[in-house]
């Protein structure tokens, strides 16, 4: 799927399935994203990688033939110019809090006279513009709601120019409507009314409603529940899973992970 595919049928709210990756490891990356998924996310927030990571991650993404995404690590112009210059598809944006905050992530995105991103698309140019309106019209902008303020001011995130969605970050979410720790069961009423809020601001905008998951089996329940654009978690959490049932298994001790 090429990038500006991916960008069509993801803002026409078309459901997409990707997966998420905190590894700096292209062979594996490859491997995941050859699997059928829309796309693949790289973590330059939380992951365990850096610029290279990025780079070569999505070097690895795209020979693989899925479309490739950066959550950079903070709403900052050169983080963001980074990401896609080495080629990203779309930039995931954390800790939106405002309209102004979601604006600036908006122009350092596109390109003069829409926007502040400098040019020059050293790996991008390869796959991506190099013209810097077809960039603009193919790369994604998803602004991540996580924090009070950003959920006090989601319709208004939404309805800022240039923003092509929203992306829920589930565990700091938890955390902004009082959780004591990520999935704390004591605020799953709340939680659960937070990502009602989200979504239908999304869905009146007509923006893309976007949200991390922990496993296919809750992917399928936010796609059932109109969420369109919906990531699998993760590279590292699946890796120790997948060895600690195969451990459990040998020893016959029934001590594996789900």
Known sequence: MSAASFAAKARANEPVVGYWVVLDSPVSTERVARLGYDYVALDAQHGLMGYSGWLHGLMAIDAAGAAGIVRVPSNNAAFIGQALDAG?????????????????????VRYPPHGMRSYGPMRSALRIGPVPAEADATVLCLAMIETPEGLANVKDICAVP?????????????????????????????????????????????????????????????????FTFVTVASDLTHLEIAAANHLSTARGDGAGLH
Do not use: M, W
């Open 162 to 226: 240039g923003i092509d969605g929203i992306y829920i970050g589930p565990s700091d979410l938890c955390l902004a409507v009082g959780g004591k720790f990520h999935n704390d069961p004591d605020v799953a009423d709340e939680f659960n009314a937070a990502l009602v809020t989200i979504r239908e601001a999304a869905q009146a905008a007509g923006v893309i409603a976007a949200i991390h998951t922990a496993s296919g089996e809750i992917a399928s329940q936010r796609i059932a529940e109109g």
């Open 88 to 108: 990203a598809a779309g930039v995931i944006v954390p800790l939106v809090n405002n309209a102004e905050e979601a604006a600036a992530a908006v122009r350092a």
